[in-house]
């Protein structure tokens, strides 16, 4: 099978077409990088014909919670209008098999932890409010037409894959571990957003997934979906919270280094706590995280970060 996958040459997005192809699937990137943006229809309709795709994984997302308060046109614009207008073309292409990158961001503050993929979504910044757009709008393409997807809210992509050929450099990078990271290697001190939560430590909880564990996730979603199985939706976490403090603690620990830190006022937009019930995920695709405990997690990060 040929699978497209649309952000490509991004962290998650060029681990998972990796992961693809180490299973014999055949991948087509599509990647702004290469100059393809998502919001170019007539584009995305000539390779989706011309390269005789069968099934897409849709990656290309602008992620920054921050930089989507500052900027909401250009995340509702790419995130919701670029993902519109690659399902029309799939339609059009007549391919009706999608796998959606979501985020946890669509819950907000959650009611409960850990969250449910039933549980309210009340999105606190337009970064979860576009992608919960999307997975609305392929609700309907689901059932107005032949069209199948499988949305994947992921909690914190993290990781480095284990030969530390791919890991997290985003730029500008908005993510705790790189950043922590590259904040010990520079010598720098690090700026930590927020120390006033209504946490134990009072810095905020995320569940931490290894990205190579969010790979596998993936493809058994497209397998399934190649297999017949209904549009539907999956928390893609492990279940277990850490806070930033204890994140930073292991990396220290792993890295052998100390830190110096300065406490800044929380970013607008961040939840208190966002941890995963994956059991939907777990019992349905008999997933199981393999590299999620955090201390696989920073090493392989830390050894991508410094290696040589």
């Given at each position: 099978?040929?699978?497209?996958?649309?952000?490509?040459?991004?962290?998650?997005?060029?681990?998972?077409?990796?992961?693809?192809?180490?299973?014999?699937?055949?991948?087509?990137?599509?990647?702004?990088?290469?100059?393809?943006?998502?919001?170019?229809?007539?584009?995305?309709?000539?390779?989706?014909?011309?390269?005789?795709?069968?099934?897409?994984?849709?990656?290309?997302?602008?992620?920054?919670?921050g930089?989507?308060?500052?900027?909401?046109?250009?995340?509702?614009?790419?995130?919701?209008?670029?993902?519109?207008?690659?399902?029309?073309?799939?339609?059009?292409?007549?391919?009706?098999?999608?796998?959606?990158?979501?985020?946890?961001?669509?819950?907000?503050?959650?009611?409960?932890?850990?969250?449910?993929?039933?549980?309210?979504?009340?999105?606190?910044?337009?970064?979860?409010?576009?992608?919960?757009?999307?997975?609305?709008?392929?609700?309907?393409?689901?059932?107005?037409?032949d069209?199948?997807?499988?949305?994947?809210?992921?909690?914190?992509?993290s990781?480095?894959?284990?030969?530390?050929?791919?890991?997290e450099?985003?730029?500008?990078?908005?993510?705790?571990?790189p950043?922590?990271?590259?904040?010990?290697?520079?010598?720098?001190?690090?700026?930590?957003?927020?120390?006033?939560y209504?946490?134990?430590?009072?810095?905020?909880?995320?569940?931490?997934?290894?990205?190579?564990?969010?790979?596998?996730?993936?493809?058994?979603?497209?397998?399934?979906?190649?297999?017949?199985?209904?549009?539907?939706?999956?928390?893609?976490?492990?279940?277990?919270?850490?806070?930033?403090?204890?994140?930073?603690?292991?990396?220290?620990?792993?890295?052998?280094?100390?830190?110096?830190?300065?406490?800044?006022?929380?970013?607008?937009?961040?939840?208190?706590?966002l941890?995963?019930?994956?059991?939907?995920l777990?019992?349905?695709?008999?997933?199981?995280?393999?590299?999620?405990?955090?201390?696989?997690?920073?090493?392989s990060?830390?050894?991508?970060?410094?290696?040589?």
């Amino acid at each position: 099978m040929k699978v497209l996958v649309t952000g490509g040459q991004g962290y998650i997005g060029s681990i998972v077409a990796q992961e693809l192809m180490k299973q014999n699937f055949e991948v087509e990137i599509y990647d702004l990088k290469n100059q393809q943006d998502i919001l170019n229809e007539e584009l995305l309709l000539s390779i989706l014909k011309n390269k005789k795709i069968e099934a897409v994984m849709h990656f290309a997302a602008y992620i920054e919670m921050g930089e989507s308060m500052l900027n909401p046109t250009k995340y509702f614009e790419n995130n919701f209008l670029g993902s519109a207008i690659l399902i029309n073309s799939m339609i059009k292409a007549g391919i009706n098999k999608l796998i959606f990158s979501s985020t946890a961001g669509v819950y907000g503050n959650p009611e409960r932890v850990p969250i449910k993929e039933i549980d309210r979504k009340i999105p606190e910044n337009p970064y979860g409010e576009s992608k919960l757009m999307v997975e609305q709008l392929l609700d309907y393409y689901s059932r107005t037409n032949d069209f199948k997807s499988i949305s994947l809210r992921y909690f914190n992509a993290s990781g480095a894959t284990l030969d530390k050929k791919i890991g997290e450099n985003h730029q500008p990078e908005s993510h705790l571990i790189p950043n922590v990271i590259k904040a010990i290697i520079q010598k720098k001190e690090f700026k930590l957003f927020g120390a006033d939560y209504p946490t134990p430590d009072g810095t905020c909880i995320r569940d931490y997934i290894h990205v190579l564990d969010l790979a596998n996730a993936h493809i058994l979603a497209l397998k399934a979906l190649i297999n017949g199985h209904k549009t539907d939706i999956y928390n893609c976490g492990t279940g277990k919270g850490y806070s930033n403090n204890q994140v930073i603690e292991m990396i220290k620990n792993v890295s052998g280094n100390n830190l110096k830190i300065k406490i800044e006022s929380r970013r607008p937009g961040d939840a208190n706590e966002l941890v995963a019930d994956s059991s939907k995920l777990q019992n349905e695709f008999n997933w199981k995280p393999q590299y999620s405990d955090l201390k696989t997690i920073i090493q392989s990060a830390w050894q991508w970060h410094t290696r040589q």
